[in-house]
């Protein structure tokens, strides 16, 4: 079963930017990108969502290349509230049925210090 | 006001067991999904209904069985809870079908089997 990937876990410190990347080799053409963040005990919360090159909101912006096999989701200047799990989501294709599937990254731990 | 509520938001019982779990959304969607989160955080669909239609139904046992009676409710009904079956459970809700809509997750339903 394809599926996206992340890293398990990120450390920073409040003010830094932090980049996490997510690896989603076979996107198909008309998949968008999508973040969600995670609080203990709740559930995830949309973040932002794109298709190709950079996009921008209030709280993140979403990095794009042009062959779309991967994203990059930047916060710019952490705070202690922004500690927890993110994940990417994209529509994935199943190699063995080529069906395709809704599957979740496995999360990035991000942990912000004072 | 709760976006998309859960019920309950805590589950013990014993193995063997039938129970459900309720989630409304007020949000005026036409799609609403499960998810089952294990103990490593990863998440993966169980089920999506678009209109109180089934749309996707992933592999899971047929000790799941979700229900729909309208557009803003989707029920989960699991007959003969198994160990395996501990886990926290969301509920979720997007505008319409299709992998490219952003999601509004509930805060979960953990359910532990004793």
């Known amino acids: 079963l394809a599926k996206t990937t992340q890293p398990i876990s990120m450390d920073s410190y409040e003010g830094q930017e932090v980049n996490i990347t997510c690896s989603h080799n076979n996107i198909a053409t008309n998949d968008y990108i999508t973040w969600y963040q995670q609080f203990p005990s709740q559930g995830p919360r949309f973040i932002i969502q794109?298709?190709?090159t950079k996009v921008t909101n209030e709280v993140a912006s979403l990095f794009i290349p042009a062959d779309r096999k991967s994203s990059t989701l930047s916060l710019p200047r952490v705070s202690l509230s922004d500690t927890a799990v993110y994940y990417c989501?994209?529509?994935?294709?199943?190699?063995?049925?080529?069906?395709?599937?809704?599957?979740f990254g496995s999360g990035t731990r991000l942990q912000v210090q004072p | 006001d709760t976006a998309v509520s859960q019920t309950p938001k805590y589950l013990v019982t014993q193995m063997g067991n039938d129970k459900s779990i309720k989630c409304e959304q007020n949000?005026?969607?036409?799609?609403m999904y499960w998810y089952k989160q294990d103990s490593k955080k990863f998440l993966k669909i169980m089920f999506s209904y678009n209109n109180k239609e089934l749309i996707i139904n992933e592999t899971v046992p047929n000790r799941f069985s979700p229900k729909s009676p309208d557009k803003a409710h989707l029920n989960l009904h699991i007959n003969s809870l198994e160990l395996g079956d501990s886990a926290v459970y969301f509920c979720a809700s997007s505008p319409g079908q299709g992998y490219n809509q952003p999601q509004h997750f509930g805060d979960g339903t953990r359910l532990s089997i004793l």
């Open positions: 949000l005026g969607h036409d799609t």
């Open positions: 794109g298709y190709k």
């Open positions: 989501l994209v529509g994935d294709m199943e190699e063995d049925t080529g069906r395709r599937a809704l599957t």
